[in-house]
């Protein structure tokens, strides 16, 4: 847990809500957070699912795993430490997306359940969907396109999740999508319905 560092601060309420800000834009704020393998697809099924929102007219964003290092988290490598402080200020940033009401997506292998645990507090009851990008780990080798899991294979990377560090699937997600038996569409379908279902979205669209 980080420490607060700061003081002499003070909580400044907005005048303008974030109820108000969701009838604006006729949805209500969120985070869908994808977690998964790297290769099961959490990013390309993150932008699908951003695209068919879109042509909904919904407002919209991606948090990206790799996007995010190069910038806002860069200076935090791998090790257990930095992962928890990786997913603890994106779990923050997507925190201040969902309070303008937009519906955020976050791609991250984020691989322990206690660091998704605290980003899922952050979050108001009912706004926090975890989408568990589930395939097994001879497909996301397979696929590879980044020739990460050969480097690793290779001992050229270390600590890498699935090979030589640990991912801890999800006990209960709220939705649980098998990119080695869907197609794409058929993945994104499963989200945005679920968002449907939960009422983070009108039906109908």
Not at 134 to 147: I, Y
Request: aromatic fraction near 6%; charged fraction near 25%; glycine fraction near 8%.
């Amino acid at each position: 847990m980080a420490q607060q560092k700061a003081t002499n601060i003070t909580w400044h309420d907005a005048i303008v809500t974030a109820e108000d800000r969701e009838k604006l834009l006729n949805q209500k704020g969120c985070v869908i957070w994808f977690t998964g393998l790297s290769g099961s697809g959490k990013s390309t099924l993150a932008n699908a699912v951003e695209q068919v929102l879109h042509q909904q007219q919904h407002h919209t964003y991606v948090l990206d795993g790799d996007n995010v290092r190069h910038g806002l988290n860069k200076n935090l490598g791998f090790s257990p430490e930095d992962r928890e402080e990786n997913i603890r200020r994106i779990g923050e940033v997507a925190k201040l997306f969902a309070d303008a009401g937009t519906i955020v997506m976050t791609a991250f292998i984020s691989p322990y359940r206690a660091d998704r645990d605290q980003a899922r507090e952050l979050i108001a009851e009912g706004r926090f969907v975890e989408v568990f990008v589930e395939c097994p780990l001879e497909v996301c080798e397979e696929r590879d396109t980044k020739g990460l899991y050969k480097k690793a294979r290779a001992g050229e990377i270390k600590e890498f999740t699935g090979i030589s560090a640990p991912y801890e699937p999800p006990v209960d997600p709220e939705v649980t999508v098998n990119t080695a038996e869907l197609s794409l569409e058929e993945s994104a379908h499963v989200v945005v319905s679920s968002l449907v279902k939960a009422g983070l979205v009108p039906s109908g669209n």
